[in-house]
């Protein structure tokens, strides 16, 4: 009796030291799914923050330039919009000079303006050139004012940014089969007597690999579930230290990342138990003595 309870009770560590590797590499992984839809969104975001403005001439009347953001406001590739009258163009740059320009020019010297913030797709050289040839058939707009540079520059670092993460993220997956893989078959190792002998009272391979499968399955829930309550724990106090994170940190992040480490752990755990198991399975009795 007192064997049999030291024997279930090697195997419970067994399981727990198999899910504890299994929740560290997790760790890894969920991360890598983090980081990735983190930049995601948080190229959206900064894509759709980008301004364009619109310089509206002074001989069009306050309520057609009111109409005209109407029409803006209804396009596909406008996010938002908003007016900017030349009282309040005046006072903002008064504001942000120190002084009143109208005092010793004797006249406002701003525009009205329309300020276009675009969706994230449309946030390119290419659409917005387009969307600029568009605009400028109104004979009413003087100009159309926006930072191309700083446009390319953003679409340039997030996509090296993606094919970075996007490399690493391969990499880590691959690193991830091989550890818990390792893992799994320390354990399936110290088994291969006990599955020579079911075989050679004719156990199916089926009937054999059944309880391995179940309990590695069983790892990689325990697991996944460990490593998502370790992810949104670093999650809630990144949100706490920073509020605004909120608009990248969203919490359909959270739930396809935590999707993500439960699928994988149990993908990876049930993908190389059954390839361990039926490396035994295979084995002739005289060999399982020499690995």
Known sequence: MSQQKRHRKGVDMQFVTASVSTTMVLILLGLVVFFVLAAHNLSIYVRENINFSVLISDDMKEADILKLQKKFDAEA??????????????????????????????????????????????????????????????????????????????????????????A??????????????????????????????????GASWGFIRRPFLVRNVWSGVLAGVLANIVLAGAAWWLLSYEPDLVQIITPEVMIIVAASVVGFGVLISFVCAYLSINKYLRMKANTLYYI
């Not at 010297?109 to 994230?120: G, Y």
């Not at 690193?175 to 291969?192: C, D, G, H, M």
């Open 168 to 201: 690493l993220a391969v990499v880590l997956t691959f690193i991830s089969f091989a550890l818990i893989n390792n893992t799994i078959r320390l354990a399936i190792y110290s088994k291969r007597f006990l599955i020579h002998t079911m075989k050679l009272v």
């Open 77 to 166: 590739f406008v996010k938002e919009t908003e007016y900017i009258s030349k009282k309040q163009a005046l006072e903002e740059q008064t504001a942000a000079m120190g002084t009143d320009p109208q005092e010793f020019l004797g006249y406002n010297p701003f525009t009205a303006s329309i300020e276009i913030k675009l969706h994230s797709q449309y946030a390119n050289a290419d659409s917005i050139a387009m969307i600029e040839k568009s605009i400028k058939r109104n004979t009413n707009i003087q100009d159309i004012l926006y930072q191309r540079e700083l446009i390319d520059m953003v679409n340039d670092n997030i996509r090296n940014i993606s094919l970075v993460l996007l």
